[in-house]
């Protein structure tokens, strides 16, 4: 049975950082692409980064390019979201998920306050 | 960027209903779209992929069709479970993949 388990959100001021973790088992992690998609309060599904199985290829919209950065470990079945200059609007639940959207975390809440 | 346009951005229906749902894409995507449905504090759950295949165990009152710039989502006889938001998702760009704005399924 495949299994995402992120982890690492919690609340955060503002200018703040955070990393996310997504926790694969299942599954035979690098030979698949991964993605990481928000949604805040209230709000509809946001895709925030891809990345390639071997890691050599990313993606990023707009809303998050030059402060977000996703990386991933394949020997320890592991997906990463590093956070920096954390805004408000970044505020939302991060999902981890599969590209092929057939497998998803259950999220993590990220909160951005003062 | 491709950009992902639903409609309508809610709807009202009753069980038994047929219900269909509407996403433009803003480039040709071919037939690179999927089809999802969420309900309240759950993540997305896959329906239909390459516009048209059902992902196993959905039912078969779900179908998808489309390609290229417009696609559907029908759901035959409306169930309860059915009542839910539903989200459409470009997989054409390499690791971009942008959705749709969803649509709200109520009673």
């Known amino acids: 049975e495949v299994r995402l388990l992120e982890s690492g959100g919690g609340l955060v001021q503002p200018g703040g950082s955070l990393r996310l973790s997504c926790a694969a088992s299942?599954?035979?992690?690098?030979?698949?692409?991964m993605t990481w998609v928000r949604q805040a309060p209230g709000r509809g599904l946001e895709w925030v980064s891809g990345?390639?199985?071997?890691?050599?290829?990313?993606k990023y919209a707009d809303s998050v390019k030059g402060r977000f950065t996703i990386s991933r470990d394949n020997s320890r079945n592991t997906l990463f979201l590093q956070m920096n200059s954390l805004r408000l609007e970044d505020t939302a639940v991060y999902f981890c998920?599969?590209?092929?959207?057939?497998?998803w975390g259950q999220g993590t809440l990220v909160s951005v306050s003062s | 960027d491709i950009q992902m346009t639903q409609s309508p951005s809610s709807l009202a229906a009753s069980v038994g209903d047929r219900v269909t749902i509407t996403c433009r894409a803003s480039?040709?995507?071919?037939?690179?779209l999927i089809w999802y449905q969420q309900k309240p504090g759950k993540a997305p759950k896959l329906l239909i992929y390459?516009?048209?295949s059902l992902e196993s165990g959905v039912p078969s009152r779900f179908s998808g069709s489309g390609s290229g710039t417009d696609f559907t989502l029908t759901i035959n006889n409306l169930q309860p479970e059915d009542f839910a938001t539903y989200y459409c998702?470009?997989?054409?760009?390499?690791?971009?993949?942008?959705f749709g704005q969803g649509t709200k399924v109520e009673i």
């Open positions: 998702q470009q997989t054409y760009s390499t690791l971009m993949f942008t």
């Open positions: 480039q040709s995507i071919s037939r690179y």
């Open positions: 998920a599969k590209a092929a959207g057939d497998h």
């Open positions: 390459g516009a048209s």
């Open positions: 990345i390639s199985g071997s890691g050599d290829n990313t």
């Open positions: 299942g599954l035979t992690f690098g030979s698949y692409d």
